[in-house]
C-alpha cells in the first residue's frame, strides 16, 4: 500500500507541476480571518459591514451560503467592503467558479487524512488550470488528532506528505488549546506552530492557523488575554494570517452555549469589542509582519529554570530582567529577517493573566531599537516605559506582544 502510494504521488507531482506553477498565489495583505460566516440574508450587507468595521481582511465561506448565486453575491460583498473572499468551492465545476479580484481562492477541505490527498490534488489541479494565481485552500487537523484522522503515524508525517502531495501555496491548520486550571495546553499548541513554521520556511510559502474564541465542549470561554496570547503566539512563530473559530455562531448540539464573536440571533457577544481592538492591532502590525521571515524562536521560562542569557544567545534581544516583585520571566522571543535586511523581535507575554513589565537589553543602544506600534502602524524609537528606573522598560499586557526593529 505504502509503494502504490508512492507511484501515485510520483505520477500526480509530475503531471501536476505545470499547475502548481500556474497556482502563483500572492499573499497581499495579513490574513485576518474567520470560520462560520454571516449568511447571505436580507441582512447580509449590513452584516458584512460589521464584519468590516471589526477590522477582519478575509472570509473563507461555505456556511453563508453555497451555489454560484450565493458566492457571487458573497464576493460583490467583499468587493464593497475591501474584503478577501476564500470561497466554497463544492458543488460547483471549477470553470464556474466566481473570479474577481476580492477572491484569493476556494476551499476544497477541512481537515483532510492522508488518505485524501491524492483526491484533493486533482481537484486542486482541475482548479488551478482554470483559475490561476487563485489559492486552493486545504486546512490541516491539528498535533492532537488521532493517527485515525491523520492517516499516519505522527503529524510530522502527515504535514509533510500534504506538503509533498498537494504542493500548497498556503499552510493552514486549527489547534484549540485548553486554558483551565486543571489542564493547560497551550505548549502542544506551540508543538504544532513549530511543525507549521518548519515546513513553511522549507517551501517559502506563508502558514495560517484557527484559534478558539468561543466555548464549546472541554474549552472554557477564552478571556481577552488568552485570546491575545494565542495570536501573539502564533505571531512569534512567523504565522501570517490568524483565523477566528468561530465568528458566526454554528448550530448544532456541540455549541449549547453559544459564545462566538456574533451570537446565532445575530447579537455582537463581548468578543466583537475584544476582536475589533485585536484586529485594529493586527492591521497596523500586518504590513511589517508581511515582511518579516522567521530566523529563530526562544522560550524564556524562569519556572522551567531558564536563564534569560544562556536561552537568548546570538538572539538581538540578549537579556530579561525583573523586579522581584514582578511574576517569573514567561516570554516567547520571535526573531526575524526582514526583507531590508534589518532584524525583528517580537516579544510575547506567554502569561494571560498578568501583565508583565520586563527591563529588556538589545544587542544595540536602545536608541537604534524602533517598535512597530500596534495603534497607529508607524515606526519610531521604543519609548522607555519607565524612565525613572534603570535599562529599557517595555511593559505587556496579558498575552500580548511588541514587536521591534534593529539594524
Known amino acids: 500500500m505504502r509503494t502504490r502510494y508512492i507511484v501515485v504521488l510520483s505520477m500526480l507531482l509530475l503531471a501536476g507541476g505545470a499547475a502548481r506553477a500556474a497556482e502563483s498565489f500572492v499573499q497581499d495583505r495579513f490574513a485576518i480571518g474567520l470560520w462560520v460566516d454571516p449568511p447571505l440574508d436580507a441582512n447580509a450587507d449590513a452584516r458584512y459591514r460589521e464584519l468590516a468595521e471589526a477590522n477582519f481582511t478575509l472570509v473563507i465561506g461555505g ?17 464593497k467592503y475591501d474584503l478577501r473572499l476564500i470561497a466554497p468551492s463544492h458543488a460547483i465545476a471549477p470553470e464556474d467558479l466566481p473570479d474577481g479580484p476580492a477572491i484569493w481562492g476556494y476551499a476544497l477541505r477541512d481537515e483532510p487524512s492522508a488518505a485524501d490527498f491524492p483526491e484533493l490534488r486533482t481537484k486542486a489541479d482541475a482548479i488551478r488550470a482554470v483559475r490561476p494565481g487563485k489559492l486552493t485552500y486545504i486546512n490541516l487537523f491539528p498535533n492532537y488528532a488521532s493517527e485515525k484522522q491523520l492517516g499516519t503515524s505522527t503529524y510530522d508525517e502527515h504535514v509533510r506528505l500534504f506538503v509533498e502531495t498537494l504542493q500548497p501555496s498556503v499552510l493552514s491548520m ?68 490568524v483565523l477566528y473559530f468561530c465568528y458566526y455562531t454554528p448550530a448544532g448540539g ?8 456574533i451570537a446565532r440571533d445575530g447579537r455582537r457577544t463581548r468578543h466583537y469589542d475584544e476582536a475589533r481592538r485585536i484586529n485594529a492591532e493586527l492591521k497596523n502590525l500586518g504590513p511589517t509582519l508581511m515582511q518579516l521571515t522567521s530566523t529563530g524562536v526562544h522560550r ?15 538572539a538581538p534581544l540578549v537579556n530579561i530582567s525583573r523586579e522581584d516583585h514582578d511574576p517569573p520571566h514567561d516570554y516567547l522571543i520571535g526573531v526575524f529577517r526582514h526583507a531590508d535586511g534589518r532584524r525583528a523581535v517580537l516579544l510575547n507575554n506567554y502569561r494571560f493573566a498578568y501583565t508583565a513589565w520586563p527591563t529588556v537589553v538589545f544587542d544595540v543602544p536602545a536608541e537604534q531599537v524602533i517598535e512597530v506600534d500596534r495603534h497607529t502602524g508607524e515606526m519610531a524609537p521604543v519609548i522607555d516605559d519607565s524612565p525613572d528606573m534603570d535599562g529599557l522598560q517595555v511593559s505587556l499586557g496579558a498575552g500580548d506582544g511588541r514587536l521591534f526593529l534593529l539594524p
Open 63 to 79: 456556511f453563508g451560503g453555497t451555489g454560484i448565486e450565493k458566492v457571487s453575491q458573497q464576493m460583490a460583498l467583499c468587493e
Open 174 to 241: 486549527d489547534h484549540y488549546p485548553i486554558f483551565r486550571p486543571s489542564g493547560d495546553g497551550r505548549d502542544a499548541y506551540c508543538e504544532t506552530l513549530v511543525t507549521m513554521r518548519q515546513y513553511a520556511l522549507a517551501n517559502n510559502i506563508p502558514f495560517w492557523n484557527f484559534f478558539n474564541i468561543m466555548p464549546y465542549g472541554p474549552h472554557t470561554d477564552p478571556t481577552e488575554g488568552q485570546v491575545r496570547w494565542q495570536i501573539f503566539t502564533s505571531l512569534a512563530y512567523g504565522a501570517k494570517g
Open 254 to 261: 456541540e455549541f449549547p452555549k453559544g459564545g462566538a464573536i
Open 300 to 314: 524564556v521560562s524562569e519556572e522551567a529554570g531558564d536563564d534569560p542569557e544562556t536561552v537568548l544567545k546570538g
